[in-house]
């Protein structure tokens, strides 16, 4: 069985940073591509970014381009999203999701069910 467990998000002011954990379990880690989905109240849920798990391909939202960064430690089976210049924008749920398909997280209509694993998710707020 699929867990993923986020931790890391909080609350940070406008121009911070904030790292994003995202613990994973109950699979063989490199075989899924993992990515973190966000989402804003009132709002639709976002793929932010994603790494592949056959050649570490990286994807990011057009909204976080240069801003976020995701990277993978296959000995610790743990993915990171390092956010900086943190926007008030910027403040939603953070969950983090695997799949063995990773246009998955592409999708504007994806549903936690989707996706074969779906964490619950971790707050970042952004505010002065």
């Known amino acids: 069985q699929l867990q993923l467990v986020e931790s890391g998000g909080g609350l940070a002011q406008p121009g911070g940073s904030l790292t994003l954990s995202c613990s994973v379990s109950?699979?063989?880690?490199?075989?899924?591509?993992i990515g973190w989905v966000r989402q804003a109240p009132g709002k639709e849920r976002e793929g932010v970014s994603y790494?592949?798990?056959?050649?570490?391909?990286?994807y990011y939202a057009d909204s976080v381009k240069a801003r976020f960064s995701i990277s993978r430690d296959n000995a610790k089976n743990t993915v990171y999203l390092q956010l900086n210049s943190l926007k008030p924008e910027d403040t939603a749920i953070y969950y983090c999701?695997?799949?063995?398909?990773?246009?998955?997280?592409?999708?504007?209509?994806?549903?936690?069910?989707?996706?074969?694993?779906w964490g619950h998710g971790t707050q970042v707020t952004v505010s002065a």
């Open positions: 999701a695997a799949d063995r398909v990773a246009t998955m997280f592409l999708d504007p209509s994806m549903e936690p069910d989707d996706f074969d694993g």
């Open positions: 109950g699979f063989t880690f490199d075989t899924y591509t």
């Open positions: 790494i592949r798990s056959s050649d570490r391909t990286t």
